[in-house]
């Protein structure tokens, strides 16, 4: 703590001291700059002489964070002093190189902020404040069902995302169904946010398909999922999920019963085939009898004719 107040005290002493002469130099830095968390991120900062000279030499430079009293990172007397997770941009940096951007190494969101670089050269100081926003892209959303006796709804997740986004719900035809969910916002212990939404079905809801799709905070499309339910909601299966077992127990029971009872019927009729030929068959013998008898009759009485006219002759 020593050290550092230290150099603050010459840092401020450099400044008043170039202040008394006009400054040639000034800094051109970024206003804004939009990071990705849990990356590094850079505050571009660049001094620029307003003279073409070439022998611009930092002698003080600092960086800090608003609302913070120890500085990110100083340099003076030939020495540089950062913090952990801060650096400057530029690998081996030398009192003689203009470009004095920061380099925070893994981005959080207590890194979101003002910033304030201040720098002395042997020709001028200059002090510009700039903004850092960081962004997380949202995990892709999990559906789950909830189904009890008094609630059948759908639940959406979808968390590590920053800022605060959306989700949104669709059902076929892409007609929008967000009004009808609830939705909650919770903050993690990372500062990043986690999205709910839930979606209660209705008795008469009859959709084979809901997608749930997450937005950042531009309402712009991150990811999505689309859910499939195993049947069409009823109110039927709402108020009596024995039935809805019952049901797929027979649905199963059918594949099994439906090729026996063709091959049965197959049987069957084959069976009745072969009764219809025998059957057939028994008829048609007896019918031959009667006209045998009429060719045996017709036969006696021509050897009866033939025995009476041999008689008449003999008498």
């Not at 010459?10 to 700059?33: G, N, P, W, Y």
């Amino acid at each position: 703590m020593a050290s550092h107040g230290l150099e603050l005290h010459i840092f401020v002493a450099l400044c008043i001291c170039t202040r008394l002469v006009h400054s040639f130099v000034k800094l051109e830095c970024d206003e804004s700059t939009v990071g990705q968390h849990g990356h590094q991120v850079v505050l571009t900062c660049v001094i620029k002489p307003e003279e073409n000279d070439g022998d611009v030499k930092v002698r003080a430079l600092t960086w800090k964070k608003d609302g913070d009293e120890i500085p990110l990172l100083m340099f003076g007397n030939g020495n540089i002093t950062p913090k952990p997770g801060y650096k400057l941009a530029v690998p081996s940096w030398d009192e003689t190189n203009l470009n004095i951007s920061l380099l925070i190494t893994h981005t959080k969101i207590a890194d979101i902020g003002s910033y304030e670089c201040q720098v002395v050269t042997d020709t001028g100081d200059d002090t510009r404040t700039m903004r850092l926003q960081l962004k997380a892209r949202y995990s892709k959303p999990e559906i789950s069902e909830l189904n009890d006796k008094d609630t059948r709804a759908l639940v959406c997740t979808s968390q590590g995302g920053y800022p605060k986004g959306a989700l949104r719900w669709l059902v076929e035809n892409d007609t929008d169904w967000t009004k009808g969910a609830q939705t909650e916002v919770k903050t993690l212990d990372s500062g990043l946010f986690q999205l709910t939404s839930t979606l209660p079905l209705l008795p008469s809801s009859t959709f084979s398909k809901y997608t749930c799709i997450v937005e950042n905070a531009s309402r712009i499309k991150e990811d999505e999922k689309t859910y499939e339910p195993e049947q069409h909601p009823s109110e039927h299966t709402a108020e009596d999920p024995e039935a809805v077992n019952a049901t797929n127990e027979f649905n199963k029971a059918s594949k099994v019963i439906a090729p026996v009872v063709v091959i049965g019927s197959l049987i069957v009729g084959l069976l009745l085939v072969l009764i219809y030929k025998r059957r057939s068959q028994k008829a048609r013998r007896p019918s031959t009898a009667p006209l045998m008898d009429g060719w045996r009759g017709v036969q006696s009485k021509e050897e009866d004719v033939e025995g009476g006219d041999t008689g008449q002759e003999e008498k």
